[in-house]
């Protein structure tokens, strides 16, 4: 009897102990969750910029593997949607890098154009990482779409790693596909990255996402969202406001998802072009 | 102010130099052939300062000698400071300031007679620009003179009409009175006899009256013409007053000017009568009309400033009076703003003033400049300059602060006493100052002594004169028994010292002509570094033909002068400066070659044309590579310096040898240093002129960044590590070997293509490349 009132004790014991530490953990990633927040740019930032903007962002947990960035340097303003291998606190812990060397490059070199960063941006991550190509190593890294976009001139450079991005111009959605290689080593050896350059129209709307949305399983069967769908999605939302285009695209997501859990981070930015 | 640049035109041999600066460090050195004109351009620069020039120095042609000089203006109020008295042209003050140097031209007259002008092509057309203004002014103020005096003649010729006309119709009134006259007499007479002849005289006179009063008003009427005509003439005599006051001035003023040039004419005239007369006796009677001559001549010039004065005045009156001031206002206002002093500098006054601040221009002459064994203190004193060592005594004598005064010292142990000192503290001094030996432990001293002639000189018995010792360890010789070496090396000292103690001393330019002719190899050298030490405060321009006298590293220094053949009867002097010392002859630059050597263009390495200098190995290997790969330019010839501090000896050494050439350089800190080095020292701070020959790979702080980092890892490196820096940042970090990394990849370019490389990579070596391309076929 004294040994089941003991084991008991000690169960109870174990099982306080327990939620102590869950909770300790989940303060913590709570906390590091508000630094992840700050880290990304203001609203204020985006809305002087792209007075018309949406950014719809749902961590798959408290912190996310997910991140968007937008620097602004005189007429050119230079943004990003990146998704960081993994999510949670590993994906996180890369989003925090990947957002300050970013930071980095802009403020170092002056009118690099988007290929260039992002040629960068690697060498950094590889460094940070000790990536040789050596093929025993974690293949970490992150995929992303980065834009200049040149106000006065209304040109968008786009550099793309495994990311593509849409623009949709009345009822036409282009898509400008990324080179076909992540920020960071991957099996072959590393390419340079292209630079696209589009003539941009006013209003033309312009997407930038990860692939949490389309890779969501959902619906009655039970499937991926896919990007078929998704494009034809945005098309149909493209001329509303960019309140309702988000508020659609949640609830649309939510609808889709149903009784699923949430498979990965989500994260879409619209702009509309002024 | 410094001199910076000068123009000789018409100068013995030399035509026309074209502006030539002076090295940046104020060592000019001019290399020639005998007889090239090295001497000449000594020479026209002591005469612009000094304004003396002799017969032989005109060309046979006769065109007359212009030296031009332009000095830096270093502050900005340095020009207004000196001509405050008056104004310049607008524009000419902003001129100067944004040259930052001031230009001044000696023109000389037939009579060798000089004048010293401020010049500089801008300003010079502001000048013109006003003197324009000026007369047109003034030719507006003679026409309107020359309106009102034909409106008064004018008036005068109809007044004269007028009362002309007046005049006939009183003579016809006296006619048609004395007609009523003698009808009233006829019908006294006749009528009383007659009275049909009476009824008809009758009716005559009636109708001679009326004539009578026909004629009175038409009298009446002119009359009042003539009045009204008159007064006219009075006001217009008024007004024409003073254009006539003007009018009389200016033919005055003229008169005395064509009196001037008469007797300026006839002056000239007895002058070279003078020169050439045969006797003694017809030299007096020419001197003696000369006199007169002259005296009338100084007459007239003192007249010429009055009458100009005066017609200047009355010109101004009679033009203020013409627009409508009263005569009383216009007198006084011409008188307060004395038309008479021109308010405004000419050329020539803006140039007398200036030349006044320019550094003191002298020639050192190795002969008459030695320092003798001993000299007259009389000959000192009195100024006695064609005394052998004059030069060398006075200066020593303003070295050592010694006047007058200290020799009137009567107690002749307190003088020797104050020389002995005097001797200690020179000695010190001298030291001091010259570093440089004479063989190797043999340092020289300077001493004088004040002695008296004994009766062994009759004629000079008692007279005072200084006595000059040279000493070393050894020996206290006189000047004379050293060796010619040494007493130049003093008397150089000497002429150094006296000008920069001077209380007034305002720059110098030394104009030496083959300096330390009689000068060991090594002492030559010596020379070099005297300028060195003095360059400061003594600007020095020396022609040489001593290897000895010219320093490798700084062949930037030179001025090549050569004698231009055109035919048998014509040559002419040209001037090559750093820069283009490729086109002066061999013969001409054998001082630079005999300094280096032999020609390394008789060797296959460097070519005449197509030579690109480059930093170091690794810029070699790299660039030989990039060639290789681009296939262009068909030739090339990279030459690597053995380190990015010795471009500037390669470029020195290629101008001496007068090969084509081209230079590379990085954007490091040292790359940049070398750029901007090559821009003072070679291309006289023109950004053009060094664009045209050297390249600065524009954001690129080493070779190696011209890789992207992609193709840096892949080609060089062989490695796939992140590298966030620069290559040449990666390359430095990690220690590794810039030469082994890049002869590696020189070797590993057999196979490859340019086109193996990305964009970025290809971007940048095609840009360099292209930048090589242009510059070389320019």
Known sequence: ?274 | MKLLAFRIRNFRSIIDTGWHSLSSDDITGLIGQNESGKTSILEALSSFYDGKISEDTLRSDLSMPVVSCLFSVDDDNEITDILKEKLLPAGVIEQIRTDKSVSLEREWNEDLSSRILLGGEKVVALFNKHDEGVIAKNDRIEEAINRILQKKKDVIASFQQAENERLGIETRLNDAKATVNEISRSLKVKGKKDAEEKKKLQNQLAAAKNKVNEIKNLLNEKSQEVQKLNKAVQTVAGEARYAEMSKEAWREFEEIQREQNEVFGRLTNLQRLYDHALSEKERRAIQLEMDGVNDRYMKLLKEYEQTRERAIKRRLLAYKILEGLPPAAAEKETEREKPHINPFYTRLEAGSLIVEHIPEFVMFEDFSSLLPNRIDLDDILNGNAAIEGYKAARNFLEVAGLNEAFFRESNSRILKQKIEKLNRDLTLDFQDFWQQRIGRHNKITINFELEHYDNTHPDKSGFPYLEFWVKDRQERLYPKQRSRGVRWFLSFYLELKAAISRKDFKGKVLLIDEPGLSLHARAQEDVLKVFEHIKDKVQVIYTTHSPHLIDIKKLYRLLAVQRNIHDDENSETVVFDAKSLTSASADTLSPIYTLMGSRLSEQQFIQKKNNIILEDLTNYYYFSAFHALLGYPPEAFFLPATDVSNVQTLVNLLMGWGLDFIVVTDESPEGLKTYQDLKKNVYGNNDNKIREKVILMDGFQGVEDLFSTLDFKKHVLHQRIGIPESNSDFVRDNKLSRTLLASDFLKSIQEMKITDFDEETRENIENVFQAIVERLQA
């Open chain 1, 1 to 274: 009897m004294v040994k089941r009132e003991e084991l008991r004790e000690e169960m109870e014991r174990q099982r306080d102990e327990i939620t102590r530490q869950r909770n300790e953990i989940i303060e913590s990633i709570q906390y590091a969750s508000l630094i992840q927040t700050s880290l990304l740019p203001q609203k204020k930032l985006i809305d002087k910029v792209f007075p018309r903007n949406f950014v719809l962002y749902l961590p798959k947990n408290i912190v996310s593997g997910d991140f968007y960035w937008m620097v602004s340097r005189g007429r050119k303003a230079y943004f990003a949607v990146a998704d960081c291998t993994g999510h949670g606190v590993p994906g996180a812990l890369m989003s925090i890098l990947g957002i300050s060397f970013l930071n980095e490059i802009v403020t170092m070199h002056d009118n690099l154009p988007a290929n260039r960063i992002l040629n960068l941006l690697r060498e950094m991550v590889m460094k940070a990482l000790h990536q040789t190509g050596d093929s025993t190593e974690a293949l970490d890294g992150m995929d992303i779409s980065l834009c200049i976009y040149d106000q006065e001139k209304m040109i968008l450079q786009y550099a793309g790693a495994n990311h593509p991005i849409y623009i949709i111009r009345g009822e036409v959605v282009i898509e400008y596909k990324p080179d076909r290689m992540p920020i960071g080593v991957s099996g072959i050896e590393e390419q340079p990255f292209t630079n696209q350059y589009v003539e941009l129209k006013k209003n033309d709307t312009l997407y930038l996402f990860t692939d949490g949305y389309v890779d969501q399983f959902g619906g009655s069967e039970g499937k991926k969202f896919k990007f078929d769908p998704f494009r034809t999605l945005l098309l149909k939302i493209a001329r509303l406001p960019m309140k309702s285009q988000k508020k659609i695209l949640l609830e649309t997501f939510e609808k889709w998802k149903g009784e699923f859990i949430q498979v990965d981070d989500i994260l879409v930015m619209g702009i509309k072009i002024p």
